[in-house]
């Protein structure tokens, strides 16, 4: 499937240099539908972003029913997560590490934040 930023469920208002790297998954997916922006360094430094997907999917799964989660990976320290669901985009969940670059275990905390919202929108 293609990488096509005009059909990112949370728009990034941030010049990026080096570039930025997509990943989707398909909609037909159990899991949630997601996509990853951000400079292709720091994505790269995270396993990427078909992995960085598969850790979001494998977290919020559980909880997302029909949702799909855009994770924009701003800076080395920073990156956003925002999920949206039968069309309602939800508010931005965000992981700022000031003392070290993420890691993927910043990235799951990031994930959690998010599966914790779904599910508190199913009780």
């Known amino acids: 499937m293609g990488c096509n930023h005009m059909t990112i469920a949370f728009a990034l208002a941030v ?17 949630p539908r997601c996509t990853v922006s951000g400079p292709d360094t720091i994505v790269s430094s995270l396993g990427g972003a078909e992995a960085l997907c598969a850790t979001l999917n494998r977290i919020t799964a559980p909880a ?4 799909s989660v855009h994770l924009a990976v701003l800076n080395a320290h920073a990156a956003v997560a925002q999920a949206t669901i ?4 939800l508010p931005e969940r965000r ?13 799951e905390s990031l994930a959690a934040a998010v599966a914790d919202q779904l599910r508190t929108l199913k009780d």
């Open 15 to 31: 010049a990026v240099p080096g570039g930025s790297a997509c990943a989707m998954t398909d909609a037909s997916d159990a899991a």
């Open 64 to 67: 997302a029913g029909r949702a």
């Open 86 to 89: 039968s069309g309602r985009k």
């Open 95 to 107: 992981i700022d590490v000031s003392d070290r670059p993420l890691t993927p275990r910043s990235i």
